[in-house]
């Protein structure tokens, strides 16, 4: 059957044949006969890992960062990072920033820094809070936000979540995005804390204004975060508070929980780029662990169109 381009198809199941792929199907009941598929369904695509792996296709345990979102007003950045008092000179764009730190072998790291931007939600099921972040090209708002993650080393701290085998990353990212829920108050809104709180261990009486539209309800994050993730998070943000003289204040809020930087799942392929067990799945973008961003994505995709056009 035939299925209509002009809506979204929704792929639910694949047919594979001796270690071929021969058709996929569709939501709407309809089957695509196929016999190359690029997979590139993105890292939130957890009905694709759970399907992968209920049909024994090899998946890999994949190490990932989580942590949170940590907002300050920009004119605290531009004020750091331009050496100016007062308003940056109209001139100059909203300042950004880069930090790392290394704080018990593990990486606690900036990502997705957006200056002039907001904190969004990002959760893709119900029963979850996840925050990304993102700037309007004037990137003309009052707030800077950037994640603040930890990175997940897979084959040595999920200890307690062995029994999901190649799942376990997702299976804990689930469980600090279900936190999130319950502690924010069961809808969109997040929990935070102020900054200094958090670091210092004590509950927010109240919180800064935020980008964030659902809004923040105070909660203690500082005892609430596994220790893995929290403690490390602590001592970054100490050290970047080092590095940039006025970004450990009190006028910063933290937002959790940013959980989805990348994919906890690898979709393993060959040199050609084709799954090493089944013929014709060609595993592709942030999704199958390729890409980290929209550029490396779209590469990865000209990249496997390439491979899968092979001999046609
Ligand atoms: C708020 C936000 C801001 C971001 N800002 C930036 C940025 O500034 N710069 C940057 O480089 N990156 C940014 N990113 C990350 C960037 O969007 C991703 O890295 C990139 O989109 C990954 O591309 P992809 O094609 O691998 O997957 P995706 O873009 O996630 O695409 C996957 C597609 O597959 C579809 N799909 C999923 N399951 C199925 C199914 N079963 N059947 C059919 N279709 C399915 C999805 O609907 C989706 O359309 C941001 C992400 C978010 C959420």
Redesign the pocket.
Known sequence: MKCNFDT?????DFNIKNNKINALQLQNGNEIQTERVIL??????R??YYLLHKKNIVLQAKSFAMGVRVEHPQHIIDTIQYHCKGDRDALLPAAAYSLVEQVKERGVYSF?MCPGGFI?P?ATANGEVVV???SPSKRNNKFANSGIVVEIDVEKDLPKYEQFGVLKGLEYQKDLEKLAYTSGGRSQVAPAQRLTDFVEGRLSVNLNETSYQPGLQSAPLHSLMPKLIGSRLRTGFKAFGQKMKGYYTEEANIVGVES?TSSPVNIPRKDNLEHPEIQGLFP????GGY?????S?AMD?ERCAEAAAVGL
């Open positions: 979204v198809c929704r792929v639910i590139a369904t993105g890292h939130s695509a009905d694709i997705c969004v990002a990304n972040g993102m989805r592709c973008g942030e999704g890409a980290g961003g929209i550029v994505a995709g």
